[in-house]
T-cell receptor, first 114, second 113 residues
Framework: DTGVSQDPRHKITKRGQNVTFRCDPI?????LYWYRQTLGQGPEFLTY????????KSRLLSDRFSAERPKGSFSTLEIQRTEQGDSAMYLC????????????FGPGTRLTVL | GEDVEQSLFLSVREGDSSVINCTYT??????LYWYKQEPGAGLQLLTY?????DMKQDQRLTVLLNKKDKHLSLRIADTQTGDSAIYFC?????????????FGKGTKLSVKP
């Protein structure tokens, strides 16, 4: 068990470009979560999946953001037409519906929008 | 809405105890969590406490929960320089669905040798 992994670890893009991040949860974890963390703040919830179903979305998740988990394993988070305000650390976490309530986090993807 | 508040900074000397405090607003949470974040890294789950407990001890960590005052604390005994990090208190939010962790802004712990 290698823990939650995220790719890429860092992404620099120009305003207006689209970016996509990937998260691989701990194997057999049913739930997968996305959070965003800006400098000096705690993580803020964006959305979560149980298997392939997206069960909850925050008001922070504007129309430019879309998340998928097509086969109930890895997930992608896409941001279209990036803005400078999207610069943040994007964190993924997973948990097991059967095993417990704890959310285990990946190392994050740091996005810088120029 | 739900909110989690923490003091932003704490500085201690190596070997002393550290106490990090947190207040929360949602009274229906099943669990409350403490996470640690080192610079440039993700969050590491340190410990949690079930809402029907007052105290939980795990090696150098002691969690105290006062449900009446909605106050949670994390005590680190014999604090080491490797404990320097940001510590976050987290609450599962309304209904404790565990779909939406609400984090405080974090307490930056500095440990001086």
């Amino acid at each position: 068990d290698t823990g939650v992994s995220q790719d890429p670890r860092h992404k620099i893009t120009k305003r207006g470009q689209n970016v996509t991040f990937r998260c691989d949860p701990i194997s057999e974890h049913n739930r997968l979560y996305w959070y965003r963390q800006t400098l000096g703040q705690g993580p803020e919830f964006l959305t979560y999946f149980q298997n392939e179903a997206q069960l909850e979305k925050s008001r922070l998740l504007s129309d430019r953001f879309s998340a998928e988990r097509p086969k109930g394993s890895f997930s992608t988070l896409e941001i279209q037409r990036t803005e400078q305000g999207d610069s943040a650390m994007y964190l993924c976490a997973s948990s097991s519906l059967a095993g417990g309530h704890e959310q285990f986090f990946g190392p994050g993807t740091r996005l810088t929008v120029l | 809405g739900e909110d989690v508040e923490q003091s932003l900074f704490l500085s201690v000397r190596e070997g002393d105890s550290s106490v990090i405090n947190c207040t929360y607003t949602d009274s229906s949470s099943t669990y409350l969590y403490w996470y640690k974040q080192e610079p440039g890294a993700g969050l590491q789950l340190l410990t949690y406490i079930f809402s029907n407990m007052d105290m939980k001890q795990d090696q150098r960590l002691t969690v105290l929960l006062n449900k009446k005052d909605k106050h949670l604390s994390l005590r680190i005994a014999d604090t080491q320089t490797g404990d320097s990090a940001i510590y976050f208190c987290a609450d599962p939010g309304y209904g404790g669905s565990q779909g939406n962790l609400i984090f405080g802004k974090g307490t930056k712990l500095s440990v001086k040798p």
